[in-house]
């Protein structure tokens, strides 16, 4: 089995918690992401992306891994809404964070006055000043020049804000556009998945009934019209859906009627093939077909 990846040390509290519950099921269950592709409507890689905390799976992929595992999807539909509402909220976040530097008034430049007026309060405060000439004459007195400094004009911010708002108003509107159409791709139903070579075609869920009838001393489900395939872990399809219902009739559960070989369906065989007396390696052949129907 391949080892399982950390999760990002980024990753919001709530989606850690809903993709560690997820990883424990499909663990339990011992799924690979394939055998959940084909179960669920969604790719190997999408599960690949949602296990790995890279993608939030949506809320169909959830309810479809509950019904294969067999979990309650009251508690894991509660756990993903909480984990969206964080989800969408740091991505917002994220996208409309200013760049550093992007808010700072551009340096303008001292006129000849300033600058003078710079030196002089230099001077006030003791700082030497940058150049002085001494005069020659013995009777000289120093003058000095007392010029008020000028008053420095403040700076002008308003067409740089204006701009800047502008852009932060444009970037937020076209992340909430973004936003809504990942929400809306996200809840268009999946695609049907193709199914393998040598596997049943899948049908959906709850669309089998049992007909339980005895005829010529075997017993039947009237959904395979009889036959006896080899059947195994992964398989779906009628054959799987006749032997649900003949399990529930020997009185062990295999789940839902769903037509699909999972693990509750694996452990049942198993169970009806330890108390036959039979192999218990999980496949139904034509010795565990027979103690079904006989």
């Known amino acids: 089995m391949p080892r399982i990846k ?4 980024e990753l919001d509290p709530s989606v850690r918690q809903l993709v560690a519950r997820l990883r424990e099921l499909k663990a339990h269950a011992e799924l690979t992401t394939r ?21 939030l799976p949506p809320r169909a992929a959830v309810q479809a891994l509950a019904r294969i595992t067999g979990a309650d999807p009251v508690r894991l539909l509660a756990m993903h809404e909480i984990a969206a509402g964080s989800w969408d909220t740091r991505r ?21 006055d300033e600058k003078e ?19 020659p004459g013995p009777t000289a007195t120093p003058t000095s020049r007392t010029a008020t400094p000028a008053t420095e004009p403040p700076p002008r ?15 937020v509107a076209f992340i909430a556009a973004l936003l809504l ?60 859906a006749e032997a649900q219902c003949l399990l529930r009739r020997a009185g062990i559960s295999p ?30 052949g034509p010795r565990s077909w027979k103690a079904l129907r006989g």
């Open 6 to 9: 950390p999760l990002p040390d």
């Open 35 to 55: 055998q959940l592709a084909s179960g669920s409507g969604y790719s190997a890689r999408s599960w690949e992306r949602y296990l790995g905390g890279t993608s």
């Open 92 to 112: 917002a976040e994220s996208a409309v964070q200013p760049r550093p530097g992007e808010h700072e008034p551009e340096e303008r430049p001292q006129s000849e």
């Open 117 to 135: 007026g710079q030196r002089e309060r230099e001077r006030g405060q003791g700082q030497p000043p940058e150049a002085s000439v001494p005069d």
């Open 157 to 171: 911010r308003l067409p740089h804000i204006a701009l800047t708002a502008g852009v932060l108003a444009l970037t």
């Open 181 to 240: 159409v990942l929400r809306l791709d996200e809840n268009v139903a999946p695609a049907a998945v193709a199914t393998s070579a040598g596997t049943a075609a899948t049908t959906p869920p709850h669309s089998y009934l049992c007909r339980i009838t005895r005829t010529d001393g075997r017993w039947s489900a009237g959904i395979n019209n009889g036959r006896d395939t080899e059947i195994s872990y992964g398989d779906t399809g009628a054959d799987v």
């Open 255 to 284: 789940g839902g009627i769903d037509g699909m070989f999972g693990p509750l369906t694996l452990r049942a065989v198993k169970t009806f093939q330890d108390r036959a007396g039979l192999v218990v390696d999980g496949m139904l």
